[in-house]
């Protein structure tokens, strides 16, 4: 691959893209991308017999805590 940084920055913004963009969530994306990325790169060398199957699997979505919005009750 001729810039590794590149190729994940790509993946991960249409992985943030795919799912509806939602802010505060890039560190989820990049490592998301990073990861499918490496798999690929495994599994083309051969090294990882499995790798091909795990690189198929779609990216689990983050959860996230709502701001302003805590289900606490008041007394």
Do not use: F
């Not at 940084?5 to 890039?26: K, M, S, V």
């Not at 779609?58 to 805590?65: D, G």
Request: no cysteine; net charge positive.
């Amino acid at each position: 691959m001729p810039n590794l940084e590149e190729t994940i920055r790509e993946r991960a913004y249409h992985l943030w893209i795919a799912d509806g963009q939602p802010e505060g969530q890039a560190d989820v994306y990049w490592l998301n991308a990073q990861r499918e990325i490496l798999t690929l790169s495994l599994a083309s060398t051969g090294s990882e017999p499995d790798a091909a199957s795990v690189a198929t699997k779609p990216a689990k979505k983050a959860k996230t805590a709502r701001a302003g919005k805590s289900k606490t009750r008041a007394a």
